[in-house]
């Protein structure tokens, strides 16, 4: 993989692009290089590291994305983990009105999680409260969903520290 992660001036993840794209950036003066690879590009004039982070050394302004609130992206949003029971899947998955609608539960973000199949039949028209089911964490409106597209499981492991800021899986692009 030769994907490079790169990081705005304030060190918060921008996207992911290619190592040549990566390698202009850094040439011409608009990027640092944060962390390299084992790997050595070498041509006649120059002799670098492959990179692997780069940091932009201007601000990148970008307006703020509105995430939509659509079942698709409280998915995403719960890591397609129930939020009761944990169990991850990307299929069979549904979307649970942790109050129910037919209680008066609202559609929003504060009151949707993602839940599997079995947990969702067993809570069934109860609150959580009532089906002594608890939630693993409080739903909340994303602030906003990295237009990144990396794929699970192939990290690099340095990549992992500028990521953490997301509480949302970062395998799938957000259409806004
Ligand atoms: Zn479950």
């Not at 993989?1 to 390698?23: D, G, P």
């Not at 990179?51 to 509105?66: E, G, H, V």
């Not at 991850?88 to 649970?96: A, S, Y």
């Not at 949707?112 to 739903?139: G, H, I, Y």
């Amino acid at each position: 993989m030769s994907e490079v992660l790169v990081l705005n001036s304030t060190y918060e993840a921008l996207n992911v692009t290619t190592f040549q794209r990566a390698v202009k950036l850094l040439f011409s003066g608009k990027a640092e290089m944060l962390h390299g690879r084992e790997r050595m590009l070498a041509s006649p004039t120059f002799e670098i590291r492959m990179p692997s982070i780069i940091r932009m050394l201007y601000y990148i302004r970008r307006p703020m994305q509105k995430v939509a609130l659509t079942k698709k992206n409280v998915l995403i949003r719960d890591d397609h983990a129930c939020q009761y029971c944990g169990t991850r899947g990307e299929r069979m998955m549904t979307v649970d009105h942790v109050m129910p609608k037919s209680r008066g539960g609202e559609s929003t973000w504060e009151n949707l999680v993602c839940a599997c199949m079995r947990c969702n039949n067993r809570k069934n028209n109860r609150s959580p409260q009532e089906a002594n089911m608890t939630l693993l964490r409080k739903p909340r409106q994303p602030k906003y969903i990295p237009w990144i597209q990396i794929k699970r499981n192939t990290l690099p492991d340095e990549w992992g520290k500028f990521l953490f800021l997301y509480n949302v899986s970062i395998d799938e692009r957000v259409e806004a």
